[in-house]
Nanobody, 128 residues
Framework: QLRPVESGGGLVQPGGSLRLSCATP????????VGWFRQAPGKEREGVSC????????GYADAVKGRFTISRDNAKDTVSLQMTSLKLDDTAVYFC?????????????????????WGRGTQVTISS
């Protein structure tokens, strides 16, 4: 079964950077739309960023625009989320989600229901 696997979480000081990666072992991630979501303690899960299968469609939550960058590495068949200028409010479990719907040039982080497969999450903690 398709199961996204996240990596790259950890503990970093405010202002620091982290790079998260998502892969789908045994399945071609380059064919799918990928979304990153996060859930902070006591809060609902929220969309962070997404990238379509062609990479032409990308989206970011207002809270991370200008600080996070999503990208594909088709040679490695991974999707990465480069996070910079990290803030305390970025502390959360980050989830990679995959949509197998045919939408090569668009993506959304406003509708979790568009994503059929979810990873188990990776913890990102921002603390001084």
């Amino acid at each position: 079964q398709l199961r996204p696997v996240e990596s790259g979480g950890g503990l970093v000081q405010p202002g620091g950077s982290l790079r998260l990666s998502c892969a789908t072992p045994g399945f071609p991630l380059r064919m799918y739309t990928v979304g990153w979501f996060r859930q902070a303690p006591g809060k609902e899960r929220e969309g962070v960023s997404c990238i379509s299968s062609s990479a032409r469609g990308q989206g970011y939550a207002d809270a991370v625009k200008g600080r996070f960058t999503i990208s594909r590495d088709n040679a490695k068949d991974t999707v990465s989320l480069q996070m910079t200028s990290l803030k305390l409010d970025d502390t959360a479990v980050y989830f990679c989600a995959v949509s197998v719907e045919s939408m090569p040039n668009i993506c959304t982080i406003l509708d979790e229901g568009r994503y059929q497969y979810w990873g188990r999450g990776t913890q990102v903690t921002i603390s001084s």
